[in-house]
């Protein structure tokens, strides 16, 4: 019976730690800037867990013209217009594993990222 409650008890933690990381929420601000001519969202590479809740606070620091950027994940259907000096914020939940591209949908040139949904 004694081992019994121990097995019980342990599962219920296990499955409190796995609804617990399946409501987490992820927070990045991602900005984007000028560095030696080149035009970059930083940091360039965002890691979450398929099933978090990700929120994204977007912020365009470029000096240059156009005053103006995109940020774009085409596997989740973002595709954000980013002014300079107003802050977007972007909320999804990452449903599917992979390693999926950032870019800016209006300068194909400019320095892309990737989101990395792990398992």
Known sequence: MRTLSG???IAA???AA????AES???FTVVNIEYEGSKIWTPATLVVEKGDKVKLTLINNVKSEPSQHGFAIAA???AELVARGEPKTVEFTADKAGIFPINCQLHP???GGQL???R
């Not at 796995?18 to 990381?21: D, G, I, L, N, W």
């Open 7 to 9: 097995v019980v008890a």
């Open 13 to 15: 933690l296990l499955l």
């Open 18 to 21: 796995v609804v617990a990381r």
């Open 25 to 27: 929420l992820m927070q």
């Open 76 to 78: 989740y259907n973002i």
């Open 109 to 111: 040139t400019h320095v």
């Open 116 to 118: 990395v949904v792990l």
